[in-house]
């Protein structure tokens, strides 16, 4: 199923749920959500989101875009904008699998003008079972007050599911995203937990709450932001 609520708000974006990792076909989904945050401002958000995966027994590619609005007093006040493509080679006689990645957002809601990352990695799957994936990314973010930034960052990305009865179940998962050049003051990280409840093959809803912590954040953004979100998603 897709999970891309409120991605457009985080400088971190988690879209574990939407690769559908082993499994073989083409899939479709399209999903809207609700979120509000208390962080960097009070808010609450509309977002629109639709995702694209094409796996194969060698291969797995993904799409995803996503278009999100603030609105207050049913006036939209700003709009960001969320893309992000993937591509991975699988490898299963050596335990892990090659990939590559690219994503772009315009994200008003947290002082980003414009941001932009390349990255390549190894991912490791069922790891006392859990998802383990490591990468290196390139970074260029642009502010609203025109600052600009370029970033080499090592990406660590784990993620583990926990089976509740009746099909529901709830997914954690962390990000950690340290500049390789300044190890200890540049740094990203996020945490994530959600709950996810299937009312059909083909319906879910999902309630989530995450942390996303930036420790150089652009213009007079704050470091920290929490956010939740209930969605309901349609897979075709």
């Known amino acids: 199923m897709i999970s891309i609520s409120a991605i457009g708000a985080s400088p971190i974006a988690n879209i574990e749920d939407v690769r559908r990792s082993d499994e073989v076909g083409n899939f479709q989904d399209v999903e809207f959500a609700f979120s509000g945050s208390r962080g960097n401002e009070e808010r609450d958000d509309y977002d629109l989101g639709i995702a694209l995966v094409n796996n194969s027994i060698n291969s797995e590619s993904m799409f995803l875009l996503e278009k999100s609005e ?3 007093e049913d006036i939209v006040e700003d709009e960001s904008f969320f893309l992000h493509a993937r591509f991975l080679w699988k490898n299963k006689e050596r335990g892990y699998n090659f990939e590559t990645y690219f994503q772009s957002s315009e994200n008003p809601f947290q002082s980003y003008k414009r941001r932009n990352l390349v990255g390549f990695g190894i991912r490791l799957s069922e790891i ?9 990314l390139h ?25 509740i009865k009746n099909d529901s179940y709830v997914s954690l998962s962390a990000f950690f995203q340290p500049s390789i050049n300044e190890f200890s003051d540049d740094y990203k990280y996020s945490l994530s937990a959600s709950y996810n409840i299937p009312i059909s093959e083909n319906f879910l809803i999902k309630f989530k709450l995450s942390e996303s912590y930036d420790s150089d954040p652009p213009d007079l953004a704050k470091k920290s932001d929490h956010t939740f979100s209930t969605s309901f998603i349609y897979s075709f």
Do not use: C, H, P, Q
């Open 70 to 72: 603030r609105t207050n």
């Open 139 to 163: 970074e260029r973010e642009d502010s609203l007050l025109g600052k600009e930034k370029s970033t080499n960052r090592v990406n660590v990305f784990a993620n583990k599911n926990i089976d």
């Open 128 to 136: 006392e079972y859990m998802t383990l994936s490591v990468s290196i």
